[in-house]
């Protein structure tokens, strides 16, 4: 069984500061790429920032330079700062972990942590 705990949500003003972390924990096998989606209510969800193993990242051209995404790999954990929010950022994140096993590797997700920026 895979765990996630995802934290750090919660209300925040227009130009406000948000941090989530998701844990994952388990019987994860070796993780690879890790990451943040977010989905608004009637919409697909949509990559918000991705790290691998090694560090590399990439954003949503909507939060580059206000987002960063960083992890922690001896805790298994993936960390998104959140800067200048922005009311519509608001929305449900949901993060991601691409788990590797003997047979494959297979993407693993959180429950979700809703975040709301008032203006």
């Known amino acids: 069984q895979v765990q996630f705990v995802e934290s750090g949500g919660g209300l925040v003003q227009a130009g406000g500061s948000l941090r989530l972390s998701c844990a994952v924990s388990?019987?994860?096998?070796?993780?690879?790429?890790m990451g943040w989606y977010r989905q608004a209510p009637g919409k697909q969800r949509a990559l918000v920032a991705v790290?691998?193993?090694?560090?590399?990242?990439n954003y949503a051209d909507s939060v580059r330079g206000r987002f960063t995404i960083s992890r922690d790999n001896a805790k298994n954990t993936v960390y998104l700062q959140m800067n200048s929010l922005k009311p519509e950022d608001t929305t449900v994140y949901y993060c991601?972990?691409?788990?590797?096993?003997?047979?494959?590797?297979?993407?693993?997700w959180g429950q979700g942590t809703q975040v709301t920026v008032s203006s």
């Open positions: 991601y972990a691409d788990l590797n096993f003997a047979l494959g590797t297979s993407r693993y």
């Open positions: 790290i691998s193993s090694g560090g590399t990242t």
């Open positions: 388990g019987s994860t096998g070796s993780i690879n790429g």
